[in-house]
T-cell receptor, first 113, second 114 residues
Framework: NAGVTQTPKFRVLKTGQSMTLLCAQD?????MYWYRQDPGMGLRLIHY???????AKGEVPDGYNVSRLKKQNFLLGLESAAPSQTSVYFC????????????FGPGTRLTVL | AQSVTQLDSQVPVFEEAPVELRCNYS??????LFWYVQYPNQGLQLLLK??????LVKGINGFEAEFNKSQTSFHLRKPSVHISDTAEYFC????????????FGGGTRVLVKP
């Protein structure tokens, strides 16, 4: 039982490049989330999904897109990376909506030059 | 709108001493409150949560928190810390009848010294 896994762990991009972050969970959770963590700002919600085939915007969605084609996977895409997107990205999942425990992956550290 | 303020960005504490991490929230509707812990180079883990009922909530690893509606606070405490409690702690709030997106505070970094 791996829980929540994220790929890759580290990535360096140049401004304007694109990439996709993959999140996978093996707990059969309905809800999945993407957050970014910046120093002193806690975690901010980028996008989330309440089930397979659904996605919704969070607090800071601009510059990101997501897809949830399979229940266990939640992909975060950056179409044209900017230095402001340098951050640590966390994926999480839960089975009880907003009031349930969220299980987090280990994070992806992204640097955009 | 909901918001969370963690008043201390860093808290140094000696091993076996008590620690209190302060969290204040702002919301015009009912709230649900959480504390998460992040150990170095890891994701977050739930320490405890308040949904309803007793205002004193006990969590894992000997931590507890008290919901105080009049003070709009949800402070986290541990009577005796260990080196292994060195981590960053995040308070979070979800507001509304059925809950809503979690809003996290900026985090408090706890450094336990021997």
């Amino acid at each position: 039982n791996a829980g929540v896994t994220q790929t890759p762990k580290f990535r360096v991009l140049k401004t304007g490049q694109s990439m996709t972050l993959l999140c996978a969970q093996d707990m059969n959770h309905e809800y999945m989330y993407w957050y970014r963590q910046d120093p002193g700002m806690g975690l901010r919600l980028i996008h989330y999904s309440v089930g397979e085939g659904t996605t919704a915007k969070g607090e800071v969605p601009d510059g990101y897109n997501v897809s949830r084609l399979k229940k266990q996977n939640f992909l975060l895409g950056l179409e044209s990376a900017a230095p402001s997107q340098t951050s640590v990205y966390f994926c999480a999942s839960s089975n009880s909506g907003w009031l349930g425990e969220q299980f987090f992956g280990p994070g992806t550290r992204l640097t955009v030059l | 709108a909901q918001s969370v303020t963690q008043l201390d960005s860093q808290v140094p504490v000696f091993e076996e001493a008590p620690v209190e991490l302060r969290c204040n929230y702002s919301s015009s509707v009912s709230v649900y409150l959480f504390w998460y812990v992040q150990y170095p180079n890891q994701g977050l883990q739930l320490l405890l949560k308040y949904l309803s009922g007793s205002t004193l909530v006990k969590g894992i690893n000997g931590f507890e928190a008290e919901f105080n509606k009049s003070q709009t606070s949800f402070h986290l405490r541990k009577p005796s810390v260990h080196i292994s409690d060195t981590a960053e702690y995040f308070c979070a709030v979800s507001a509304g009848a059925a809950g809503n997106k979690l809003t996290f505070g900026g985090g408090t970094r706890v450094l336990v010294k021997p």
